[in-house]
T-cell receptor, first 112, second 112 residues
Framework: EPEVTQTPSHQVTQMGQEVILRCVPI?????FYWYRQILGQKVEFLVS????????KSEIFDDQFSVERPDGSNFTLKIRSTKLEDSAMYFC??????????FGPGTRLTVL | SQQGEEDPQALSIQEGENATMNCSYK?????LQWYRQNSGRGLVHLIL?????REKHSGRLRVTLDTSKKSSSLLITASRAADTASYFC????????????FGKGTRLHILP
């Protein structure tokens, strides 16, 4: 069964460093999303992406964040200068036409 | 904003009993989904119910939706130890690329 994959599973970085989180959505899906979950809190929407552009972004998704679909298979989230409060689990999701979104296993980001 | 809020926040039951979790939301929706998350792991999609549906079954899961009350319930019958997890409802407005908004979740613990 096709699934969304994410790498790495755990990323540790120093405050101020750039990180790139990678996702491979399900191959025939057209809509892509990033969400995050701070430990013990609920899952929060960051950004949606369709047709090579951002469809919607939350207020969390500030200038330090960017997304890219560099080729036909990868979908990346870049944090330019990480802050302590960026420590969270980051989930990528994809869908065909909205509705059911399929989530990846997540990347745990730890900012020291 | 649309938001699913689950109740109770935590639930402990004996193995074999049924578990019922409720979700309320604020605005009109097109779809409501339930997800499961094992501790520190990814999100597993359980079931999607559309606004024109009132009840849906999947194995031991039964979901109801009452759009007049803006509420949904998830029933897990004949619970098993493996059902121990957090359960989230998530709502969307049904636009093709619409984000989904998660509630805070119910932590379900199945006692042996």
């Amino acid at each position: 069964e096709p699934e969304v994959t994410q790498t790495p599973s755990h990323q540790v970085t120093q405050m101020g460093q750039e990180v790139i989180l990678r996702c491979v959505p399900i191959s025939n899906h057209l809509y892509f999303y990033w969400y995050r979950q701070i430990l013990g809190q609920k899952v929060e929407f960051l950004v949606s992406f369709y047709n090579n552009e951002i469809s919607e972004k939350s207020e969390i998704f500030d200038d330090q964040f960017s997304v890219e679909r560099p080729d036909g298979s990868n979908f990346t989230l870049k944090i330019r200068s990480t802050k302590l409060e960026d420590s969270a689990m980051y989930f990528c999701a994809s869908s065909t036409t909205g509705g059911e979104q399929f989530f990846g296993p997540g990347t745990r980001l730890t900012v020291l | 904003s649309q938001q699913g809020e689950e109740d109770p926040q935590a639930l402990s039951i004996q193995e074999g009993e049924n578990a019922t979790m409720n979700c309320s939301y604020k605005t009109s929706i097109n779809n409501l989904q339930w997800y499961r998350q094992n501790s520190g792991r990814g999100l597993v999609h359980l079931i999607l119910i559309r606004s024109n549906e009132r009840e849906k079954h999947s194995g031991r899961l039964r979901v109801t939706l009452d759009t007049s009350k803006k509420s949904s319930s998830l029933l897990i019958t004949a619970s098993r130890a493996a059902d121990t997890a957090s359960y989230f409802c998530a709502t969307d407005a049904g636009n093709r690329d619409d984000k989904i908004i998660f509630g805070k979740g119910t932590r379900l613990h199945i006692l042996p």
